[in-house]
């Protein structure tokens, strides 16, 4: 890992931050309405954190009262030990129970046009047929299932049934190739792939059975793979292997209406297990729990999105991310919410599609990403300007740093002014948000994600461990431990230990950059470690480069992140091709699909320069921080220490000649 406050990149990006003095109160009539709205929250969530999360149980139902809130062994967290939930009744059949049986619970817009609103008595009976399914085909408490989906109802429904049964899920993003696909299906060891014929992109069908098939020939736990039928065959035909392969809709008409009663399982029971990139080739699957995750994702999405009984809230993200399980199946479901899904691409057929959502359906609360919000400002402000946006009274954003100029374009054209912005922070392992504004208490800075979650108690520290001072860059930790936080990487507690909790024993390592103004609001600074944010999308450099070395033309490769105004951060690639490759065009644009093929199209690199050698030390590591600096145009740090100085003038030259 580099050093923050040492790094060049970070104090640039600091002294551009510095210049940020806007502040942006909350109106006294938001406040005056705000379920939150009392700032002694944070202190008393500070004085006693467990009786604050104490207190915040209360918000589930529990089966079983648990007897202690948290048992704590760093880094091993137990939450709400000894209580017995089950986040499928928490998040539809307590609903049921009441007056919410017929309040909308999923809008769902397809891309084509089409739409399908689920009332919580439509999701209770359809999480229940889905749940009786997957025992049909015989899984049962503990088996792990895979969802490779389409933005469709049926992969909240299919969560869910998971969740009812005791069985976890991991959900691989369907913009992942299929040797990804396969991977995650081992490393979980999971018995069944839930899959579609294919869902709606851009107008063309993403052909998610076809990568599934390839993926599951290499997945020897895999027992069956079920299929939702989204597209239909006179769009797309998929070819169904006899025994392996089942159609949803006919396994679902076999079963008939069926309840299968939700499993009380213990608060430590796995939920699901997630898929993140760390700093070496295989990602992370992050293990979440039951009853501490449910806690920690429905009070967030409560307090931060000042959520109301008739609001229409809706998440852009996609639920094969972090963002998307817990900001819109758990905490939204938990809480009884009414919760927008869109299936697509937010420029079909035209460049207003997001804002066509938000009037049709009177959206009132908007969590999208810093990189699509830089798209719309790009494509320009005349296509909100076609909406009535007027619904709109909280709006959020996730997954990467927001540039102030972002964040005020977003005030301006899509809130008007009106509805307050909550910069929220977190990450797959913490499961919940943990810095935020809260909108009717804090006044926001553009930029700046405020102040830590009450009850969350983080530090900004220096490489020797002590804090830093007002306005210096260093490495955010995490002070103790919260209910949602990972419980540890599935088949590897070692990894999780010392990727997270060493560094700085006892403390949670987020593996960011941050800052605290003089004002102790905290600004994030991105990462420090060799993970990219690409269109909030992470990577890890290890994962590309693995794909690049394992092209036969390829001898060595390293890769960055460079500063990119649309996507935050762009992967660039230098390579040193073998000896007797040439270093051409056709070589580019055949390592750019290599790595596609390998990890799926978020991970294409934008650049790729030929080297024929890489800046080594003399112990033989790649100094990936001189890259960066070429990539950046920045004055070269110091080169004294390489083994051979003038490869890094060679890199220099030719990428400042193609770059011209
Ligand atoms: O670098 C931070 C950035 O995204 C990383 C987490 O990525 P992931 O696990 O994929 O989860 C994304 C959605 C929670 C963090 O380490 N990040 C996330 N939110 C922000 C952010 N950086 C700055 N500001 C944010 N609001």
């Known amino acids: 890992m580099s050093a923050p406050q040492g790094s060049s990149e970070q104090s640039s990006t600091i002294d551009a931050l510095l210049q940020e003095t806007r502040r942006f109160p909350p109106s006294a009539e938001f406040t005056a309405n705000a379920n939150v709205r009392d700032p002694s929250v944070y202190q008393r969530a500070k004085d006693d954190p467990e009786g604050f999360w104490a207190e915040a149980a209360n918000r589930l139902d529990w089966f079983q009262r648990w007897e202690k809130v948290l048992e704590w062994d760093a880094p091993w967290a137990k939450w709400y030990v000894g209580g017995k939930l089950n986040a499928s009744y928490n998040a539809v059949d307590r609903h049921v129970k009441t007056w919410r049986r017929n309040k909308a619970a999923i809008i769902w817009e397809g891309e084509p046009g089409d739409s399908r609103v689920l009332t919580y008595r439509d999701l209770y009976r359809e999480v229940n047929t889905f749940a009786a399914v997957l025992k049909e085909l015989g899984v049962s408490k503990g088996d792990r299932v895979a969802f490779y989906m389409p933005m469709i109802p049926e992969l909240a429904i299919g969560l869910l049934a998971c969740a009812r049964i005791g069985a976890p899920h991991t959900v691989i993003f369907g913009g992942f190739s299929s040797e990804a696909l396969r991977d995650r299906c081992n490393d979980s060891g999971a018995k069944l792939v839930v899959t579609a014929d294919g869902g709606w992109r851009r107008g063309n069908v993403v052909p998610l059975k076809d990568t599934t098939d390839a993926a599951v020939a290499e997945t020897p736990t895999v027992e069956h793979v079920l299929v939702v039928q989204r597209v239909g065959p006179s769009v797309r035909e998929v070819t169904m292997q006899e025994g392996r392969d089942i159609w949803y809709h006919e396994m679902a008409a076999k079963v008939g209406r069926k309840i299968i009663e939700p499993e009380p399982l213990d608060s430590e029971h796995p939920l699901y297990i997630m898929y993140t990139s760390g700093t070496t080739g295989k990602p992370k699957g992050q293990l979440h729990t039951t009853g501490g995750y449910l806690v920690g994702a429905s009070l967030t999405h409560e307090w931060i999105f000042d959520l109301k009984e008739d609001d229409i809230y809706w998440c852009t993200a996609d639920i094969g991310w972090v963002t998307g399980h817990s900001y819109i199946v758990y905490g939204p479901f938990t809480n009884g919410a009414s919760v927008v899904m869109y299936e697509g691409a937010p420029d079909f057929p035209d460049k207003d599609r997001f804002w066509d959502i ?151 390592l987020t593996g960011d950059g941050a800052r605290r103004d003089e004002d102790g609001y905290y600004w994030l600074l991105g990462r420090v470690d060799d993970v990219l944010n690409v269109s909030g999308h992470r990577i890890g450099t290890m994962e590309v480069e693995s794909a690049l070395v394992s092209h036969p033309a390829v001898a060595e490769a390293a890769v960055i992140g460079a500063s990119d105004p649309l996507t935050g951060q762009a992967i660039v690639a230098f390579v040193t091709p073998r000896s007797g490759q040439s270093p051409n065009d056709a070589l580019q644009a055949d390592l750019r699909e290599h790595v596609v093929k390998h990890i799926g199209a978020l991970a294409r690199p934008k650049k790729i320069y030929f080297t024929t050698e890489l800046p080594k030390t003399r112990s033989a590591k790649i100094m990936r921080r001189l890259l960066r600096d070429i990539a950046e145009g920045r004055v070269l740090g110091d080169t004294t220490t390489l083994l051979d100085p003038n490869i890094v003038s060679q890199i220099k030259e030719q990428y400042e000649s193609t770059e011209g």
């Open 358 to 508: 938000v009037e049709k359906y009177g959206v009132t609360i908007l969590y999208t990403a810093p990189t699509s919000i830089r798209t719309f400002m790009r494509w320009g402000e005349q296509y909100p300007a076609m909406h009535d946006l007027s619904t709109l009274r909280v709006m959020g954003t996730v997954g990467e740093p927001i540039n102030p100029e972002a964040w005020m374009w977003y005030n301006e054209h899509i809130g008007h002014g009106r509805a307050p912005i909550v910069d929220t922070w977190w990450q797959t392992e913490t499961g919940m948000i943990l810095i935020t504004p809260l909108p009717g208490i804090v006044a926001t800075k553009p930029g700046s994600g405020t102040f830590p979650f009450p009850g969350i108690e983080a530090d900004i520290l220096d490489e020797a461990g002590n804090p830093v001072p007002v306005n210096t860059g260093g490495n955010l930790v995490i002070k103790r431990p919260w209910p949602a936080m990972s419980r540890t990487i599935w088949g590897d507690p070692e990894r999780y230990k010392r990727t997270y909790w060493e560094r700085y024993p006892g403390l949670y």
